[in-house]
């Protein structure tokens, strides 16, 4: 699912990443800054490109993937298929790299779920998938019913792993983490295209609007709290115009 034709080349390794421009080395600066990262999963790890940038920084690189062709040759590989129990021990990894997997999984909650329980407390999940909590595809999706990275239906007849079936919004991402074991430390874009600054006048527009909605509802006050903290995600620059949506967050 992260490698394959049409993606920019890898870095120095000549294998193709199929994500956004920058988002592989974006996430391996952010493992190389967490403490203690020294032992590492990448799923779905395809071919490689994401490990191949850790490779030499004395890391322990892990792959997994539901076919083996990894070519990373100080990476080790596991058969893994992501909507079943993952095949490693509670506490295995210092941390687990998901890119782009996460909106390809039929059992998103099952998969974070396996994520906290091998990775060891204090450990890291690095998580990125298509943002569509930016005001460009907020937009799309209120003239065509579509997301952007997702911009027509899912051709029903031949289900498959490469087709997006759980896009997931900010509030839907942070649920999913905080309702599994993780505590998001930091939120992350690999870029800005040009073309999303165009949105920018719609910012005030939808502050209004959103603090109205959440205004509306009568919930006490630790609730509240924590819509604040999503609202003000929710208006930070990487998810108001970033491509890809990047999460750093801590096992508890």
Request: hydrophobic residues 40%; glycine residues 10%; contains cysteine.
């Amino acid at each position: 699912m992260k490698a394959g034709p049409g993606g920019p080349p890898g870095h120095g390794s000549g294998i193709r990443e199929s994500t956004g421009r920058g988002t592989h080395a974006l996430v391996a600066r952010l493992v190389r800054e967490w403490e203690g990262c020294a032992k590492v999963l990448d799923l779905p790890c395809g071919r490689g490109a994401f490990l191949s940038r850790l490779a030499g920084t004395g890391v322990e690189l892990h792959g997994g993937d539901v076919r083996e062709v990894l070519e990373v040759p100080d990476a080790r590989f596991a058969q893994v298929d992501m909507n079943e129990p993952l095949p490693f021990g509670d506490g295995s990894f210092d941390g687990v790299v998901c890119i782009d997997g996460i909106e390809h999984l039929e059992r998103p909650f099952d998969f974070v779920r396996e994520c906290a329980r091998i990775v060891r407390p204090g450990g890291a999940f690095f998580l990125t998938t298509p943002n569509i909590s930016a005001l460009r595809s907020r937009w799309r999706w209120l003239f065509t019913g579509f997301h952007n990275k997702c911009k027509t239906p899912l051709d029903e007849t031949d289900p498959n792993p490469l087709q997006h079936v759980h896009m997931l919004s900010f509030p839907d991402v942070r649920f999913l983490l905080h309702s599994s074991g993780f505590r998001i430390e930091a939120v992350h874009t690999n870029r800005i295209k040009a073309i999303n600054w165009l949105y920018a006048p719609l910012v005030p527009f939808a502050w209004v609007a959103t603090r109205l909605a959440l205004a509306r509802e009568k919930r006490e006050p630790a609730r509240r709290r924590r819509d604040a903290e999503i609202r003000r995600a929710l208006f930070s620059r990487p998810i108001l115009f970033g491509e890809v949506m990047v999460v750093a967050a801590r096992r508890l």
